[in-house]
């Protein structure tokens, strides 16, 4: 069992409290499933940061088998491609993880290892979304990337891609990442949109030139890249920015911020 490790932390650790919270989280959605979504672009900061933002793609992502979750490795821990196969655990119950799914895998670049996933936020946090929003029994596939180069980023796209479509399982791709970290509101929000364009082309080698180009600190480029791969293997071919917004506009303090996006494939 993979036991939630930031409740209390990142979002409230009692049940009650945290549907409480993601109730404000989708006070501004409205419930709109779009059945074509193949992928997902959300943040992974604390709720009252970043929920609202994150919110907007969980507001329209449809009902599927399993959902995928690229998460980046921030704790340095385990393999460098991880997938957990364990039962994940939150304050609003237990979500399986698609053995079969996972097992299509073997012998891949990803390997089955829960060590990386032990103290890693960028997966868990997004698990309650899903819970808040759907109620069949839908399975997750949790991934964390501690290496985000372009070659091993589209690989394992590639990888997730032949094996849904092997054992023709409905899923979603969602990737985990903030975007610009502690930057100046103008210039995170600069930076951000230059980046998010590459998202909005569907573009993984632009994606990466226009990263490296102005330094940009969005740390699940990997999982977005991945994500990116995946979708546009399973027929998405437009892509759409829901909301962006920054840890100043919480806050109120622009100096140093933290950029958030919501973006879908489909």
């Known amino acids: 069992m993979r036991q939630a490790t930031v409740a209390g932390k990142f979002y409230p650790a009692n049940p009650d409290a945290l549907r409480k919270e993601l109730d404000d989280c989708f006070k501004d959605t409205t419930i709109d499933p779009r059945p074509g979504i193949k992928g997902t672009v959300v943040p992974h900061a604390g709720y009252i940061y970043s929920g609202r933002v994150a919110a907007h793609s969980y507001a329209v992502l449809p009902v599927v088998d399993t959902y995928v ?16 196969t364990e039962t994940w655990s939150t304050p609003l119950g ?68 032949e094996a849904i479509e092997d054992i023709g399982r409905k899923a979603v791709m969602i990737a985990s990442s903030d975007f610009t970290h502690y930057q ?12 998010i364009k590459a998202i909005l082309d569907m573009n993984v080698d632009d994606l990466y030139s226009r990263l490296y180009a102005k330094d940009i600190t969005a740390c699940g480029y990997g999982p977005i890249a991945a994500t990116i791969t995946a979708a546009r293997e399973l027929g998405a071919s437009k892509a759409e920015l829901l909301k962006y917004a920054t840890s100043g506009e919480v806050t109120g303090d622009d100096s140093g911020v933290v950029g958030y996006a919501s973006l879908i494939l489909e």
Not at 184 to 195: F, G, I, K, Q, T
């Open 69 to 84: 979750i690229f998460g980046p490795n921030h704790t340095g821990y385990g393999s460098p491609i991880a997938l957990s």
């Open 184 to 195: 100046p509101a103008h210039v995170a929000e600069s930076n951000d949109r230059y980046l």
């Open 94 to 161: 237990k979500v399986e993880t698609d053995h079969e799914l996972a097992k299509k895998l073997a012998g891949s670049i990803i390997y089955q290892d829960e060590i990386a996933h032990r103290f890693e936020h960028s997966i868990e946090v997004q698990i309650p979304f899903l819970q808040y929003r759907f109620k069949h029994e839908f399975r997750i596939l949790p991934i964390c990337m501690g290496m985000q180069d372009e070659e091993t980023a589209i690989e394992v796209g590639m990888e997730i891609a």
